[in-house]
């Protein structure tokens, strides 16, 4: 999925007459199957911004087109069906639940999908467990999961919808650095098989070789945007 992004911008109102500026008109284009990294600075809006992309946050003027669609146009029980049915989360600290298994947490966001669905999405999990490397820790709970384990569990849990397009705050910040190479790794191999776009917000700039488009933002502006074109892809 193709997504435009045009003079995006958001303020909290902290009181009557305080508004707090968190983007200041951010245009910028994502391709499909982009693997891509937001970057900046603390308060500099990263979160801000994956949240309106997420369709969980409305943005005070500008717009966000999926394809040709204007999703900020869209009324609420529209934007569910997006967020259920496009839309990947994957979070910095997992957000699994602690009394549920790492097979049943994985099947959450499908939970209430028709039977025939259910099925096709519990097949892909099979499939994104095995190759994640994580099959034989279905009926662990989370508490008995390393860190990375319980991330790579998130991974698979954004996936199995076949979204096509997934959001990552940070998803490594919580992670030790073999792990974050690894998670990186699996986060790009499966945007390619999937042919899903990835805006992972990060930190971390050792990170940034992996990504196929780098956009730097600053105070709620877009300060660059760097292609990393000798990048293998497959
Ligand atoms: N709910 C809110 N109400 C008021 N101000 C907010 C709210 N959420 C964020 N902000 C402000 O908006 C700006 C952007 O915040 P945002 O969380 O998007 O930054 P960030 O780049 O994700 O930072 P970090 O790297 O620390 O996660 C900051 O100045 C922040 O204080
Ligand atoms: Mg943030």
Redesign the pocket.
């Given at each position: 999925m193709k997504i435009k992004i045009e003079n995006l911008q958001?303020s909290?109102?902290?009181s009557r007459r305080v508004n707090?500026?968190?983007?200041r008109g951010i245009t910028v284009e994502i391709d499909q199957g982009e693997f891509c990294a937001v970057i900046?600075?603390?308060?500099?809006?990263?979160?801000?911004?994956?949240?309106i992309l997420g369709c969980i946050d409305q943005p005070t003027t500008g717009r966000v087109y999926f394809d040709d669609c204007e999703v900020t146009a869209l009324p609420e029980r529209e934007l569910v069906r997006i967020r259920q049915s496009l839309i990947g989360y994957i979070f910095q600290f997992f957000n699994l639940i602690p009394t549920l298994t790492a097979f049943e947490n994985a099947q959450l966001p499908f939970w209430y999908a028709k039977r025939e669905e259910r099925e096709r999405y519990v097949k892909n999990l099979d499939r994104l467990f095995a190759e994640i490397g994580i099959s034989e820790l279905k009926k662990r709970y989370p508490g008995q999961l390393s860190g990375g384990q319980q991330q790579r569990v998130a991974i698979a849990r954004a996936l199995a919808h076949f979204p096509k397009l997934v959001l990552a705050?940070?998803p490594t910040g919580n992670l030790d650095s073999h792990n974050t190479g690894e998670i990186m790794a699996l986060m790009k191999r499966e945007s390619k098989k999937l042919g899903a776009s990835f805006i992972v917000?990060t930190?971390d700039l050792s990170l940034l070789e992996h990504f196929d488009k780098v956009i730097a933002?600053k105070d709620?502006m877009v300060e660059r945007v760097t292609l990393n074109k000798n990048d293998e892809t497959g």
């Open positions: 958001k909290y109102k902290l707090q500026a968190a983007l900046g600075p603390s308060g500099s809006g990263k979160t801000t911004l994956l949240n705050d940070e917000a930190h933002i709620g």
